[in-house]
Nanobody, 124 residues
Framework: QVQLVESGGGLVQAGGSLRLSCAAS????????MGWFRQAPGKEREFVAT????????YYADFVKGRFTISRDNAKNTVYLQMNILKPEDTAVYYC?????????????????WGQGTQVTVSS
């Protein structure tokens, strides 16, 4: 089992920045990739970004390219999502997820482990 705990959400004005963290514990040796997803009220959960556990490959949703950066700290077993130039439409609960399978995927169903989520609210 892998446990994931997100932190760093909050309220920020449009144009501002936040950094989300996701601390992984348990059988972290089984993780191949980590991902960030988000879900706004009344909408489906959508892919934001993903990174291999080794940190050598990343992939982003088109709507965050150039604004968000995913990274990881090997020593801390933590994945980050640096979010810049935030927009009101970025408001959502952000979830961290982990998957043991090789290959990149933007589909929530391919991730086995999920955190509890952290709220990000961007005011206009």
């Amino acid at each position: 089992q892998v446990q994931l705990v997100e932190s760093g959400g909050g309220l920020v004005q449009a144009g501002g920045s936040l950094r989300l963290s996701c601390a992984a514990s348990g059988r972290t040796s089984s993780i191949y990739r980590m991902g960030w997803f988000r879900q706004a009220p009344g909408k489906e959960r959508e892919f934001v970004a993903t990174i291999t556990w080794r940190g050598d490959l990343t992939y982003y949703a088109d709507f965050v390219k150039g604004r968000f950066t995913i990274s990881r700290d090997n020593a801390k077993n933590t994945v980050y999502l640096q979010m810049n130039i935030l927009k009101p439409e970025d408001t959502a609960v952000y979830y961290c997820a982990a998957a043991p399978r090789a290959g990149f995927s933007t589909t929530p169903g391919t991730y086995d482990y999920w955190g509890q989520g952290t709220q990000v609210t961007v005011s206009s």
